[in-house]
């Protein structure tokens, strides 16, 4: 069972990237998946929320209308546009997964996986 992110990388400023959450060993589908992003020396931090539900993503205040998240469950997988990158320290980029009536990145997660590292250069 787990989750594997990929689609990291350098990118320009003004720039876009999408990430993926894949998973593997367990069906992605009911699960609601978080995007969380970590800076070295810096806090983890949550970005968005997807429920399995058709109840719109949450962002977080700083992505909104730049970041959009959204799910193929028929690749059992879910993804993380970045477009309009702002010039920002390197950090790695995680998907996390839980089940719960409540998509919030501020709840405990059962699945994670191991990172993307994505670097936006001025």
């Known amino acids: 069972v787990q989750l594997v992110e990929s689609g990291g990388g350098l990118v320009q400023a003004g720039g876009s990237l999408r990430l993926s959450c894949t998973a593997s060993g367990f069906t992605l589908a009911p699960y609601n998946v978080a995007w969380f992003r970590q800076a070295p020396g810096k806090e983890r931090e949550g970005i968005s929320c997807?429920?399995?539900?058709?109840?719109?993503?949450k962002y977080e205040e700083s992505v909104k209308g730049r970041f959009t998240v959204s799910r193929d469950n028929a690749k059992n997988s879910v993804y993380l546009q970045m477009d309009r990158l702002k010039p920002k320290a390197p950090a790695v980029y995680y998907c996390?997964?839980?089940?719960?009536?409540?998509?919030?990145?501020?709840?405990?997660?059962?699945?994670w996986g191991q990172g993307t590292q994505v670097t936006v250069s001025a």
């Open positions: 996390a997964s839980n089940y719960n009536i409540l998509c919030s990145w501020h709840m405990d997660f059962d699945y």
């Open positions: 997807i429920r399995s539900s058709p109840e719109p993503p």
